[in-house]
């Protein structure tokens, strides 16, 4: 079997052969190099992408210091990458000058490693859902503790802690190396509202709602609404409201109106002794929107 994960060795008169069966042969078959080089080959053979360290000392018979040796080594020729520390994905040729996988590509075995549910969001999961006018910088992951951001070769993954992460609903995307979990358009939104920092603000915020609007059920709405605090409803009908997006809102409006007594401002960040009152929404609008529709 011929391998794509070739160029593992600092000789240069090896690095130029492409049959491995030999290069093997050459470099001591039993060096903890070759032997991973070989396992990283039938794991994307068996359309495994990515693996542990724990994984590789197990399955190679070695130690611990010698596999970290060596997944430094191929690492170094691009083959591989680590997001987190004790945890790598195989790099194929096509990601090179990525220097690493897709995060969509390797986020959900990552997820599964580290036993926590997760969901695409924010303003990643509006592309997904066809809003792409806003495009983002990284790519956003919620879940329900902090993490510190994954900066892998050209990738930045940011994580978004949210309590109430668990529960809601999501969808299911086909990727190259199977499946990722994408907040609803329904979700989408809420989230964009809750978080317009990580999203550029709420005029981007209501660039997207623009654009994700058409795809959002009246319905699912008011029942994801419901599991969040209230004031993202308040807040997220007002936005609807002000990009046309009124044609979704009824049951959220209804939500809003049996529960909610008190208004909020629309920027928590800015004064609203003096702000014009929504009370459709009870929303202090304290802001001027300039989406860019």
Same mark, same amino acid.
Not at 55 to 79: N, S
Not at 119 to 148: C, D, I, M, T
């Given at each position: 079997?011929q391998?794509?994960?070739?160029g593992?060795?600092?000789?240069q008169?090896l690095l130029?052969?492409?049959?491995v ?9 039993e060096s903890?190099?070759?032997?991973? +080089? ?6 994307? +053979? ?11 000392v197990a399955?190679l018979?070695k130690? =611990?210091?010698a596999?970290?040796?060596?997944i ?9 990458a680590t997001p987190v ?10 990601y090179?000058r990525?220097?690493?996988l ?9 997820m599964r490693?580290l036993g ?8 990643s &999961? ?16 919620v879940?329900?503790?902090n993490? &510190?951001?994954i900066?892998c ?12 992460a ?17 907040s609803s358009p329904?979700l989408?939104?809420i989230?964009?509202?809750?978080y ?24 699912e709405?008011?029942v994801?609404?419901?599991q969040?605090?209230?004031v993202?409803a ?7 409201? +002000? ?20 208004y ?9 002794s003096?702000?014009?009152? =929504?009370?459709?929404w009870r929303?202090l609008v304290?802001v001027?929107?300039?989406?860019d529709l």
């Amino acid at each position: 079997m011929q391998s794509v994960w070739g160029g593992v060795d600092d000789r240069q008169r090896l690095l130029a052969k492409s049959n491995v069966k030999r290069y093997f042969d050459e470099v001591k078959p039993e060096s903890p190099i070759a032997d991973l +080089a070989a396992y990283t080959t039938d794991l994307a +053979a068996s359309g495994r992408s990515s693996f542990t360290t724990k994984e590789a000392v197990a399955a190679l018979g070695k130690t =611990d210091v010698a596999v970290r040796a060596a997944i430094r080594r191929l690492a170094r020729h691009g083959a591989i990458a680590t997001p987190v520390r004790g945890f790598h994905v195989l790099v194929p040729p096509e990601y090179r000058r990525l220097g690493c996988l897709p995060p969509e590509q390797f986020i959900p075995d990552l997820m599964r490693v580290l036993g926590r549910a997760y969901y695409v969001g924010l303003l990643s &999961a509006a592309q997904y859902h066809g809003a792409g006018h806003q495009r983002p910088q990284a790519f956003f992951v919620v879940e329900a503790k902090n993490r &510190a951001p994954i900066v892998c070769g050209a990738v930045r993954v940011e994580f978004v802690a949210k309590k109430w992460a668990k529960g809601f609903p999501v969808a299911t995307f086909n990727t190259p190396r199977g499946t990722v979990a994408v907040s609803s358009p329904e979700l989408t939104a809420i989230d964009l509202v809750a978080y317009p920092a990580r999203s550029g603000g709420l005029d981007a915020v209501a660039t997207v709602l623009a654009e994700l609007a058409e795809r959002i059920d009246p319905k699912e709405l008011a029942v994801a609404a419901g599991q969040a605090p209230r004031v993202l409803a308040q807040r997220l009908g007002h936005l609807l409201d +002000a990009v046309d997006g009124g044609a979704v809102t009824g049951p959220l409006a209804a939500l809003v109106a049996d529960s909610v007594r008190d208004y909020a401002p629309l920027e928590p960040s800015l004064p609203a002794s003096d702000a014009v009152r =929504d009370a459709k929404w009870r929303i202090l609008v304290n802001v001027d929107l300039e989406p860019d529709l």
